[in-house]
């Protein structure tokens, strides 16, 4: 692992250098969104004051130095995932997007009544709302891998009779949780089940290699990997994305056309019909080289060091329970404070330039399962300090203060 200078790289971060409420800002809303180093506000400027053209399709020197860095970034994505090639993967506007196009193309060509789709208590709506709506047009039926007292999941091979499909968090937006994925892809495969992992908080994060994880698919944002919003996408494999249909229908995802019929290019033309987002996806580019320059190692080390520093402070506070595993865990911690609701906490520590989470964070079901109406979430990226990390744990004694006088 290379020795970072996290102080000079957070310093690439613009928008970090601000006051909030008259105090400087703590950014802890990295699980949400991350912001974005300059590298890659730089790159989107560079695109739109140079390059800037439609991709694929005209024979002028813009459009293909749009082209050039719009399959760029895929190929630079390929890499980053550990895909065999650029063309398994799909742009797509994000995680949500990622998913929806599997539960919209291969849903329904695969699953029939009686099937089983396998999915986990810790879902974010994104992998579990596409999934309901497939069922209903279906009849296939909904399965959960439940949750285990220390935030784990209760996993057994048994859960996955007569599941063609098990999709799962690999870390969990509200608890942290890191799932064992490979294990968990190895085990489906073993029963014929695809597999489905939504990378949503660990692409930015942990090293992924979605050949060494053996998932089908795996779904990511990149803004929550400093891209910007609007970008992200769909890893599939090649032979599975060959044998699927497309998802929506237009320009740039045909062969040929009559007013009939038309055919169909291969992936990953075929899931990218439209002008994509070409902006989004030079910044993504420029996004993953930014990480790899890091390397992910370091920064899972570093956010590491700070969620654990986080919890030993929360712990520390009257009347707080932190939620999640106490091993390895996603950069986060979500806890509950019995003396103030969730979003008073939260517009207090805004009032003092803390940005955190409150509320279900999309994670409803969960909630009502852990008997709280809504955590407070605290989420680091590599631009968070330990020193912010001991203003946030100051903040929230003075919310103790506050709140239970
Ligand atoms: N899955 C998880 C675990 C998430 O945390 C999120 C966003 O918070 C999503 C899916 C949805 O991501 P997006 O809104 O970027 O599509």
């Known amino acids: 692992m290379t020795n970072v200078d996290w102080k000079k790289v957070r310093a690439e971060f613009p928008i970090l250098a601000q006051e909030v409420n008259g105090k400087p800002l703590i950014y802890m809303d990295s699980a949400a969104s991350s912001q974005k180093p300059r590298a890659v506000i730089d790159a989107i400027s560079r695109y739109y004051e140079r390059d800037n ?9 813009l459009s293909s130095r749009a082209t050039d860095a719009f399959e760029g970034a895929r190929a630079k994505l390929a890499t980053y995932l550990g895909a065999a090639s650029p063309d398994e993967i799909i742009f797509t506007r994000g995680t ?18 009686g099937d089983v789709i396998l999915l986990t208590e810790l879902e974010h709506h994104s992998n579990l709302v596409p999934w309901q709506m497939l069922a209903a047009r279906t009849g296939a039926t909904l399965r959960f891998v439940p949750l285990a007292d220390d935030g784990t999941l209760a996993f057994t091979p048994a859960l996955l009779d007569g599941v063609k499909l098990f999709a799962f968090t690999h870390i969990s937006n509200s608890l942290g949780t890191i799932t064992p994925a490979a294990d968990f892809c190895r085990a489906a495969r073993e029963q014929g089940a695809v597999t489905l992992v939504d990378g949503a908080q660990s692409v930015g994060h942990i090293p992924v290699d979605v050949r060494a994880m053996g998932c089908d698919f795996y779904a990511f944002s ?5 891209a910007p919003t609007g970008s992200g996408g769909l890893y599939g494999r090649l032979e599975l994305l060959r044998t699927i249909p497309p998802w929506h229908g237009g320009g740039e995802m045909i062969v040929s056309v009559t007013y009939e019929r038309a055919t ?10 439209g002008t994509p987002n070409i902006a989004g996806a030079v910044g993504l580019g420029a996004a993953v080289d930014y990480l790899e320059a890091l390397e992910r190692p370091a920064i899972f080390a570093h956010d590491s060091a700070l969620t654990a520093h986080a919890i030993a402070l929360l712990a520390e506070i009257p009347g707080v329970r932190v939620l999640g595993p106490t091993g390895a865990r996603g950069a986060l911690v979500a806890f509950h404070a019995e003396w103030a609701h969730p979003h008073d906490l939260t517009t207090y520590a805004n009032e003092h330039g803390l940005a955190l989470r409150g509320g279900h964070h999309c994670n409803q079901p969960l909630m009502r399962k852990l008997g709280y109406p809504g955590t407070t979430r605290a989420s680091f990226y590599f631009y968070n300090t330990t020193a912010e990390v001991e203003r946030m744990a100051d903040i929230l004694r003075g919310a103790h203060k506050f709140f239970d006088a």
């Open 222 to 226: 990149g803004h929550k990997m400093c």
């Open 96 to 113: 949500t997007e990622a998913i929806n196009l599997v539960a919209n193309t291969w849903g329904p060509q695969n699953l029939r009544s």
């Open 53 to 61: 053209a439609n991709v694929h399709r005209g024979l002028h020197e």
């Open 264 to 273: 169909y290019k291969q992936p990953p033309a075929k899931f990218e019909a």
